[in-house]
């Protein structure tokens, strides 16, 4: 069985369909009802905030892609509860299942790196808000239930997930639906996966961040430089134009 939590948002609504289709036996969770789920799948309305109900809804879990949590900059209160508090009740659960974690990081928890800059999954953290904040929180997570219990883990920090790019920032950061789940794939597939920390960026030729993901087994094929003419310009904040978070560094 595979959980998906957050699997009324954006990403679920496009790669629980695709993941179907894969054959996979899916469970999907979500505080909010999905729009449509595929015909032989489990739907569990629930809050990650809420151990019990992670525990009970991943109880026989192989593995969590756990995508659910708040995906912008809100108020502290909520972005603890649902993006640490909900990340680490995740974490629990798959311990208690001995299920494997594919999590939905973030590129924002180097948002304060310049754009002039490579990053590597080796470099300091440099988050750019309390979002990013929390999830590098969930990465840390995911280090201590490996260290602690070995429950095996990829954080993937997901650029920007879109059909297509649409801004200049996304020659950078954009990674394709394709791409995502291929990585993802990937991640539930590989017959170990230890404790792993990816960049979820498709081919791009101006991308910013480094990891061993080809070792791995990971080649992305998509390249945003294909849009470049359609691509509107970043927002006009030298903030925002300066560092790769982008809007997320707007002061
Ligand atoms: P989204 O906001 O569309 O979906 C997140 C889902 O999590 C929502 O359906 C929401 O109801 C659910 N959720 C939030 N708090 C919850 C709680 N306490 N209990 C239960 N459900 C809760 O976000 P999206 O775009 O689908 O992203 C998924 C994940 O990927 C997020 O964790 C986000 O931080 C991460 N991410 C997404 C990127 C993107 O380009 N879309 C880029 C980088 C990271
Ligand atoms: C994220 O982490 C956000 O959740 C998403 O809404 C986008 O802003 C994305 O990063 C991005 O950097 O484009």
Redesign the pocket.
């Known amino acids: 069985m595979i959980v998906v939590?957050?699997a009324?948002?954006?990403?679920?609504t496009w790669l629980v369909p695709r993941l179907a289709g894969r054959g996979l036996k899916l469970r999907l969770?979500?505080?909010?009802e999905v729009a449509s789920k595929p015909k032989d799948a489990e739907f569990v309305r629930?809050?990650?905030?809420e151990a019990g109900a992670v525990r009970e809804f991943c109880r026989d879990a192989t593995a969590i892609i756990h995508?659910?949590?708040?995906?912008f900059e809100a108020a502290p209160e909520q972005l603890v509860?649902?993006n640490v508090l909900?990340t680490a009740n995740v974490f629990c659960a798959a311990k208690l299942a001995g299920a494997r974690v594919v999590y939905?990081?973030?590129?924002h928890v180097v948002g304060y790196y310049e754009r002039d800059q490579h990053v590597s999954t080796e470099d300091p953290l440099r988050p750019d808000s309390i979002y990013a904040v929390t999830?590098a929180a969930g990465e840390l997570i995911a280090r201590f239930y490996f260290d602690r219990y070995g429950v095996e883990s990829a954080s993937i920090r997901?650029?920007?997930?879109?059909e297509r790019p649409t801004r200049v920032r996304h020659r950078h950061t954009w990674v394709s639906y394709d791409d995502l789940e291929a990585l993802i794939v990937a991640c539930l597939q590989s017959p170990r996966l230890g404790c792993k920390t990816f960049w979820g960026v498709s081919a791009n030729a101006c991308k910013w961040w480094q990891d061993d993901s080809h070792s791995f087994g990971f080649s992305p094929k998509d390249d945003a430089e294909q849009y470049v003419a359609t691509l509107l310009p970043d927002e006009d904040d030298p903030e925002v134009r300066r560092f790769q978070g982008g809007e997320f560094c707007a002061k």
């Open positions: 939590t957050g009324a948002g954006e990403i679920g969770s979500d505080r909010s629930a809050d990650l905030a995508l659910g949590g708040i995906r509860a649902s909900g939905a990081s973030s590129n999830k997901i650029g920007s997930a879109l």
